[in-house]
């Protein structure tokens, strides 16, 4: 085996250093861990230099030649690495030990990269492509990240052209950065003052749920218009998806798209009728829509006289094996329990117990009975948009006799 | 009842509650049950019957007949009814404690098809008989169909529930407890489906 290019490659960097080496000796020492002690090569290589940067006390001497960069969509956590990438954004720092955070890109994949303030990193640009040598693969949050630190070096290149980033369908979306193509279908009160808006949004595979952030230069999307979102942060909490859009360069689109109305579907028996089913009352302050109280009270708007009543269904479906929460909106509830939202208002305004009368009939229209519902996921919760009501079918009945007879 | 009003969510599921399914088991077979139990120290912790046929269950779902009901108790009053199948007598409670379903009850005049969910109790008389009754949730008067459809569907289930025989932990050990022979309740499914061709 010939171990002078290892060996020159070895005591070039530790020349560089400024230190004399032996290129024989460095070529002992390799043969001698290969052929005597069946260390691979590359494995050698790193023994020695890492030896030589001991014994001539230099730091961030590393292994291997100049390094094969590699694709962003190739990394795997725990790697040292070597990657050239794009800057597509950056993002405000959550700490300061943190000087810089973003989100680098090549033709492969984009990742989010931290660079450490101790790092004493050059500042990036966003736009420029730039050669980390020596930048740490880790895991946050279930997704890959690129670490830059005080080892790792870092060069502006010429770069490999525009990047045309790759569309994933919402149904395949993991934790990570991805850009997606899809419609605003739903948009939320926001739960916190820190978001400026959150919503859902919908694409031909699936919906997943979306936040932005209160941030200077970012806009609210528009219910109904469709959107190209360019390396948005996928998170995952408690098992869910959500798209961050902070991160996100985000294109208004011409045209409309199909959205998938959900495919989730459950059969079974309605074993349970919950409170706020019924007749409800809900907060008329555009885009609140919350379900009042007795009282008329809405937990943010407080007393309102002029609210807008509403028809829900909310309950649970249990095969026997497994349930499943459903909520159904006004339309399926009108067909399903055969009552519609003016006949319940008329019946709470006549009957002494009101809108409670409603929700009996509801319980008696609805309790035992076996329905099949389709619709949209979210949470475990089934978001009913078609809802029938199963019938006897005689032929199964012919089935399971010929099932329970057979080898009786 | 708090119709109109938004009550706090139940925790969900990964809050670790997850609402126990409702099994389907015909009056035959709840009437051998004798294994009442609980996993987990808490209070709070759901408790089982095991079923002979290998399920563990914490809630029942049937549908069947309400022949009689009577009320009970003077201060704490409470209602008990019969519900027959085709297979045997489900016999159900509905306390204070169920102030819904006691209500529900007040109101239906047997006989009458009924959908009822609830919760099986193991008790023993002082006598030393076991008597299974079912603390019922909701007690709902429905139509013949929906009868039909359930029959249907606990057939399904008491034959599922045989054909996975001792590959669970729940049908080892019911095999183990109960040492029935499998064929009585392949019979008593069958006999049920068949009164249904009347």
């Known amino acids: ?408 | 009842m708090t119709n109109g009003t938004e009550t706090s969510p139940a925790p969900r599921r990964e809050g670790g509650f997850e609402r126990e399914p409702a099994r389907r088991v015909f009056a035959g077979e709840l009437r051998e049950s004798r294994i009442h139990f609980k996993e987990g120290q808490d209070e709070k912790s759901p408790s089982f019957v095991l079923l002979p046929t290998g399920a563990r269950c914490n809630r029942v779902f049937f549908v069947g007949t309400l022949t009689e009901k009577k009320k009970q108790g003077e201060q704490n009053l409470f209602y008990r009814a019969r519900v027959v199948d085709p297979t045997g007598t489900f016999f159900v409670m509905a306390g204070s404690y169920q102030p819904d379903a006691m209500q529900q009850i007040a109101r239906i005049e047997p006989p009458s098809f009924v959908a009822v969910v609830g919760k099986p109790n193991v008790y023993q008389t002082p006598d030393g008989a076991v008597l299974i009754s079912v603390r019922c949730e909701s007690i709902t008067p429905v139509d013949k169909e929906t009868r039909d459809q359930w029959v249907l569907d606990c057939a399904a289930a008491t034959l599922d529930r045989l054909e996975k025989g001792a590959s669970t932990p729940d049908g080892e050990r019911a095999r183990k407890e109960y040492g029935m022979d499998p064929a009585i309740f392949r019979k008593m499914a069958y006999e049920a489906l068949a009164q249904l061709r009347l």
Not at chain 1, 21 to 41: D, Q
Not at chain 1, 268 to 279: D, E, I, N, Q, T
Not at chain 1, 351 to 365: H, K, N, S
């Open chain 1, 1 to 408: 085996m010939d171990f002078s290019e290892t060996a020159e490659r070895i005591s070039q960097k530790v020349m560089s250093h400024g230190h004399a080496v032996e290129k024989t000796a460095i070529e002992t020492k390799l043969r001698r861990l290969v052929e005597e002690f069946g260390v691979p090569l590359a494995e050698a290589e790193r023994t020695v230099t890492n030896e030589m940067a001991r014994e001539f006390s230099i730091s961030g001497l590393q292994a291997g030649g100049p390094g094969e960069a590699k694709t962003l969509d190739a990394l795997v956590p725990g790697e040292w690495v070597t990657v050239e990438c794009k800057v597509v954004a950056l993002t405000a720092p959550p700490s300061p030990s943190i000087s810089q955070t973003g989100i680098a890109a090549d033709q492969t994949a984009a990742v989010r990269f931290v660079v450490w303030s101790r790092a004493n990193a050059p500042v990036l640009k966003e736009g420029n492509w730039y050669r980390f040598e020596s930048a740490v693969v880790d895991q946050y949050r279930g997704s890959v990240n690129l670490k830059v630190h005080s080892g790792t070096t870092i060069r502006e290149v010429s770069g490999g052209g525009a990047i045309k980033p790759v569309i994933t369908p919402i149904a395949a979306l993991r934790p990570g950065i991805a850009s997606v193509r899809g419609k605003v279908i739903q948009e939320w009160e926001a739960t916190h003052d820190r978001i400026l808006q959150s919503g859902l949004i919908a694409d031909e595979t699936g919906s997943v749920r979306f936040v932005t952030w209160k941030e200077e230069g970012r806009e609210r999307l528009n219910p109904g218009t469709v959107y190209t979102v360019f390396y948005a942060t996928v998170d995952e909490f408690n098992g869910r998806l959500s798209l961050t859009l902070n991160t996100a360069t985000v294109v208004p689109e011409e045209g409309d798209i199909e959205v998938s109305r959900g495919d989730a579907s459950f059969e079974g028996a309605f074993v349970h009728l919950a409170p706020g089913s019924g007749l409800i009352k809900r907060c008329p302050v555009g885009g609140c829509n919350r379900v009042l109280s007795r009282q008329n009270y809405c937990p943010v708007h407080e007393i309102q006289p002029n609210f807008q009543y509403d028809l829900r269904i909310k309950g649970w479906l249990d095969n026997g094996e497994e349930t499943r929460e459903v909520l159904i909106s006004r339309a399926e509830t009108e067909s399903l329990v055969g009552m519609t939202l003016e006949q319940a208002r008329e019946l709470a305004e006549n009957t002494p117990l009101g809108m409670d009368e409603v929700f009996l009939r509801f319980r008696d229209a609805l309790l035992g009975r076996y329905l099949s519902c389709r619709g949209r996921e979210i949470d475990g919760r089934l978001l009913v948009s078609g809802c029938t009501r199963l019938r006897f079918q005689p032929e199964r009945l012919a089935d399971l006799l010929n099932r329970a007879g057979g080898s009786a």
